[in-house]
T-cell receptor, first 112, second 113 residues
Framework: AAGVIQSPRHLIKEKRETATLKCYPIPRHDTVYWYQQGPGQDPQFLISFYEKMQSDKGSIPDRFSAQQFSDYHSELNMSSLELGDSALYFC???????????FGQGTRLTVV | DAKTTQPPSMDCAEGRAANLPCNHSTISGNEYVYWYRQIHSQGPQYIIHGLKNNETNEMASLIITEDRKSSTLILPHATLRDTAVYYCIVRGGSGGSNYKLTFGKGTLLTVNP
């Protein structure tokens, strides 16, 4: 079965650079969630989209932005990267509010 | 979102049942109990969820108390591959921000040979 695809899997950036993370949800899933997981921490909710509209916002820095496109894939744009942005970034998708969300394998971002 | 409380760690012998408790005493009537697990730095994996009734699937069973203030995830025959952090999450069912999954401090289950 198709899963949530995230790209790239690994990314190394320097401080103050920008990064774009991509998420391709499972086909027919219209809701996407983004999470950030720092070293030794639990996943923290960043932002979500439903039918291409932002549906909820968590602890996402102002330096980050995200959107969901017409084909339902989503991109997380991160600017002015800081060392503290080094983390695993997970994307999840679901097709109905009362069904489970499926997570991708994540993008490991390292800021040096 | 209702808060959950889980023990930070548990051990289980391979082949035995693993019973992971979760307290969610402030849960409201339309909130679901979800269980996910995360195997070292992989994406969280859905296990099971329920509202009021006990649930069972190919992975696990979920026992929810009658007052819904606590639940237990049961892995009937734990294997070494079940070693992971297990998250109990209470999620709303009435729309908007209630639909997101809020991860708290889970339980690190270690299955020993």
């Amino acid at each position: 079965a198709a899963g949530v695809i995230q790209s790239p899997r690994h990314l190394i950036k320097e401080k103050r650079e920008t990064a774009t993370l991509k998420c391709y949800p499972i086909p027919r899933h219209d809701t996407v969630y983004w999470y950030q997981q720092g070293p030794g921490q639990d996943p923290q909710f960043l932002i979500s989209f439903y039918e291409k509209m932002q549906s909820d916002k968590g602890s996402i820095p102002d330096r980050f932005s995200a959107q969901q496109f017409s084909d339902y894939h989503s991109e997380l744009n991160m600017s002015s990267l800081e060392l503290g942005d080094s983390a695993l970034y997970f994307c999840a998708s679901r097709w109905d509010f009362n069904t489970e969300a499926f997570f991708g394998q994540g993008t490991r971002l390292t800021v040096v | 979102d209702a808060k959950t409380t889980q023990p930070p760690s548990m051990d289980c012998a391979e082949g035995r049942a693993a019973n992971l408790p979760c307290n969610h005493s402030t849960i409201s009537g339309n909130e679901y109990v979800y269980w996910y697990r995360q195997i070292h730095s992989q994406g969280p994996q859905y296990i099971i969820h329920g509202l009021k009734n006990n649930e069972t699937n190919e992975m696990a069973s979920l026992i929810i108390t009658e007052d819904r203030k606590s639940s237990t995830l049961i892995l009937p025959h734990a294997t070494l591959r079940d070693t992971a952090v297990y998250y109990c999450i209470v999620r709303g069912g009435s729309g908007g921000s209630n639909y997101k999954l809020t991860f708290g401090k889970g339980t690190l289950l270690t299955v020993n040979p």
